[in-house]
């Protein structure tokens, strides 16, 4: 085990990093000789990362070391599973990347390179994908011979929908990161090596919401999606009223009134 970042992360495997900076944490994917391929070691790590988030950090940007963001799954550790041992280690990566999802911080993806299999359920799970122009994403478990694991069929669908999955899947199609804005896997194209910077512009803004705010739009906005619409939208105006109810929201919105909080504009 790596040494501890600092103030109260918890420690890493030698194949993650993670440096807190203010009130956000920079978590990096540290195999580049392997182009990040996701080892059970790591995917605990990030598990053990996101399940103890010091109190303090309010947005997290995760990105990968070298020419990729990752290569997916390590190949060489699937060969000796056998079926049991293959259904536990997909319900481990379901956990860590769950607490990824549904953690205590939003979390800002930076890709670059290589974002595939494992590596594009890894970026499915974070809550907004900023995409280098050098980014491609692709789903090789159709011609390996294995179906993803990293809950890619729950989450890839909603993003990108059910038969453009099927395609990547059955076909190995690639698309680019400009592809991938239009299709919902790309939220934000920057320039190659300007990643990591937007990155942790959005997470600033993204810490500087309210706790609250932030945690509704994690955890209640996906789950509300699934309703039917009458639970829907009972569920949404019980938040709603929780929300505005918050005396930092009841500040905010008398900033904003007495002319003390930007306006909205378009920059
Ligand atoms: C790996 C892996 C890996 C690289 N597992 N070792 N993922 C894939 O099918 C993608 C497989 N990887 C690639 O297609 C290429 O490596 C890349 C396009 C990502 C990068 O190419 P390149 O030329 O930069 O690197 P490389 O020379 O192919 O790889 C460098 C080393 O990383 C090499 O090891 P070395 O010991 O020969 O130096 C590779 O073997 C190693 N490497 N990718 C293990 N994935 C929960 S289910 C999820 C299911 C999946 O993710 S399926 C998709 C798996």
Redesign the pocket.
């Known amino acids: 085990m790596a040494k501890k970042p600092n103030r109260s992360a918890p420690a890493l495997p030698a194949s993650l990093s993670a440096e807190l900076r203010g009130n956000i944490a920079i978590v990096t994917l540290k195999r580049p000789?392997?182009?990040n391929?996701?080892?059970d070691t790591t995917v605990l790590g990030l598990q053990s990362f996101f399940a103890a988030l010091p109190k303090d950090i309010k947005a997290v940007v995760l990105n990968g070391e070298g020419?990729?963001f990752s290569?997916?799954?390590?190949?060489?550790?699937l060969t000796e599973r056998n079926t049991a041992e293959g259904v536990e280690?997909?319900a481990s990566?379901h956990r860590a990347f769950q607490h990824i999802e549904f953690g205590k911080a939003p979390v800002v993806a930076v890709l670059h390179?290589?974002v595939?299999?494992?590596?594009?359920?890894l970026a499915a799970a974070a809550h907004v994908r900023v995409a280098e122009s050098s980014a491609y994403y692709?789903?090789?478990?159709g011609?390996?011979g294995?179906?993803?694991?990293?809950g890619?069929s729950v989450r890839l669908p909603r993003l990108i929908g059910v038969a453009r999955m099927m395609d990547m899947m059955l076909t190995g199609r690639t698309y680019s990161a400009e592809e991938g804005l239009a299709m919902g896997l790309t939220t934000y194209l920057v320039e190659a090596g300007k990643g990591l910077a937007k990155g942790v512009e959005l997470a600033q803004r993204i810490a500087g919401n309210t706790e609250l705010t932030n945690f509704a739009i994690m955890h209640a906005l996906p789950r509300i999606a699934e309703m039917a619409p009458g639970s829907g939208f009972a569920m949404e105006a019980l938040i709603a009223s929780i929300a505005q109810a918050d005396p930092e929201a009841k500040g905010r919105l008398k900033d904003f009134l007495e002319k003390r909080a930007p306006k909205v504009t378009r920059s």
């Open positions: 000789h392997k182009r391929a996701l080892d020419q990729h290569a997916g799954l390590d190949l060489t550790e280690h997909s990566w390179g290589a595939v299999g494992g590596g594009l359920e692709a789903l090789p478990e011609s390996r294995i179906y993803v694991g990293g890619g």
